[in-house]
C-alpha cells in the first residue's frame, strides 16, 4: 500500500485542505492527515478537537486515516512506512516556503517523495488563519470550511 502522510496544524481543517486529501487520494491508496502538536504554541482549537474535525471532513473520502505526531515530518513519515509527503500549493509564496523544505526533507530520508499538488483556484486564497480571521472579526466563512470547521470556530471565537 502506498501511503501519504499530509502534514499541517489544521487550526482548522479547510476545504482546501480537504480538495488536497481528495487530490493526494487519486495517486496514493491512502493519505494519512497527521496533525502536528507543539506544545510550545497556542492554537485557537485543542488537538483533540482538530482530531474530531479532520475525521470529520474526511470521513465520506475513504482511505484516509487521521494521527497527530510531535517533531519533524518526515522522520513521523518514515515511522509509518509512508512513501510520499503530501503538500498542496496555493501560489508561488507557498512554492518558495515549501521547496526549501522538500530539499531538507529529501537530505534526511531520500526514499520519501515529496509531492505537491495545485490548489482548485477556487480555494487558492484559503488558509486556516484567513478563516480564523474572518470569524473573529463577525464574518460568514461557512463557503471555505466544512460545517464541523465552521461550528466550532464560531463557537472558541464568537463568545
Known amino acids: 500500500m502506498r501511503t501519504a502522510v499530509f502534514a499541517g496544524t489544521f487550526d482548522p481543517i479547510t476545504l482546501g485542505h480537504v480538495d488536497v486529501v481528495r487530490r493526494g487520494l487519486a495517486l496514493f491508496d491512502e493519505v494519512v492527515v497527521s496533525i502536528g502538536h507543539n506544545p510550545a504554541k497556542s492554537r485557537t482549537l485543542s488537538l483533540e478537537t482538530r482530531v474530531q474535525l479532520v475525521e470529520a471532513a474526511c470521513a465520506s473520502l475513504g482511505n484516509v486515516r ?3 505526531y510531535e517533531g519533524l515530518t518526515v522522520e513521523h513519515a518514515r515511522k509509518l512506512g509512508a512513501a510520499a509527503i503530501l503538500r498542496g500549493l496555493r501560489d508561488a ?12 526533507n529529501r537530505g534526511m530520508a531520500p526514499a520519501i517523495e515529496t509531492v505537491f499538488v495545485l490548489t482548485d483556484p477556487a480555494l ?11 470569524v473573529a472579526a463577525g464574518g460568514d466563512a461557512s463557503r471555505w470550511l466544512p460545517p464541523a470547521s465552521w461550528a466550532a470556530l464560531r463557537a472558541a471565537l464568537r463568545p
Open 93 to 104: 509564496t507557498d512554492l518558495g516556503f515549501e521547496a526549501p523544505i522538500a530539499h531538507a
Open 124 to 134: 487558492a486564497f484559503v488558509s486556516s488563519s484567513l478563516m480564523r480571521e474572518i
Open 66 to 68: 487521521v494521527d497527530t
